[in-house]
């Protein structure tokens, strides 16, 4: 079965610095897809950045980008710039490309983002 | 609709009680999903909808905990006989496909048993 492991439950950074945020997945399949989720206080999950794993390029959205190391099953969220509006909870989460149970949509347990003024 | 609608956005009900909550998926999205998320704490998958497929529901922490859909629509969850641990904000997502695309959430129902 997949595992995604997030290792920082809370991070925190000074706005207008960059911060990574660490994410590893366990896997023994070779075609799938990454993600990271923002959830604000409102609740509401917002979808950062998105990853195949076919494609070596890493995937960049304006002042997020990721660092995918397919080999090490490694995929780190950095964001550039950092904003007060940055500040939420950021999931990371893996999805098959194939069948499985849970849909094979596997979140990890957060990491809690702040931004200091 | 535009995205995933669920509601009633907050309940408060009495211990014991029986509640309903909805979900309105994406329309054509044929792959829906509850999680529950306590206080601060992470995503817990509860069940998972695939078309007419029979639902995984490998999650359902007890049986006074079900769910129904009706083809590629709309969703309820209901808790039966509601407990304090119950108390939690309950997500609805769903994807067009079953793999490979991202899931859509709803904004969430704020369940508080008091």
């Known amino acids: 079965a997949q595992t995604v492991t997030q290792s920082q439950p809370e991070m925190s950074v000074q706005e207008a610095e960059t911060v990574t945020l660490s994410c590893t997945y366990d896997?023994?399949?070779?075609?799938?897809?990454l993600f990271w989720y923002k959830q604000p206080p409102s609740r509401q999950m917002i979808l950062v950045i998105r990853?195949?794993?076919?494609?070596?390029q890493n995937a960049t959205e304006n002042r997020f980008s990721v660092n995918f190391q397919k080999a090490a099953k490694s995929f780190s969220l950095k964001i550039s710039d950092s904003q007060l509006g940055d500040a939420a909870m950021y999931f990371c989460?893996?999805?098959?490309?194939?069948?499985?149970?849970?849909?094979?949509?596997?979140f990890g347990k957060g990491t809690k983002l702040s931004v200091k003024p | 609709g535009a995205g995933v609608s669920q509601s009633p956005s907050n309940k408060v009900t009495e211990k014991g009680k029986d509640v309903e909550l909805r979900c309105d998926p994406i329309?054509?999205?044929?792959?829906l999903y509850w999680y529950r998320q306590r206080l601060g704490q992470g995503l817990e998958f509860l069940i998972y909808?695939?078309?007419?497929?029979?639902?995984?529901k490998s999650g359902l922490p007890s049986d006074r905990f079900s769910a129904e859909r009706t083809g590629e629509s709309v969703s309820t969850l209901t808790i039966q006989r509601t407990q304090q641990e119950d108390s939690a904000v309950y997500l609805c997502?769903?994807?067009?496909?079953?793999?490979?695309?991202?899931?859509?959430f709803g904004q969430g129902t704020r369940l508080t048993v008091v």
């Open positions: 989460a893996y999805r098959s490309a194939y069948g499985g149970s849970q849909g094979n949509l596997i």
């Open positions: 329309s054509g999205h044929t792959a």
């Open positions: 896997t023994s399949e070779s075609d799938y897809y």
């Open positions: 909808f695939q078309g007419n497929s029979a639902p995984d």
């Open positions: 997502a769903s994807s067009y496909t079953p793999f490979g695309t991202e899931a859509f």
């Open positions: 990853q195949e794993a076919y494609k070596q």
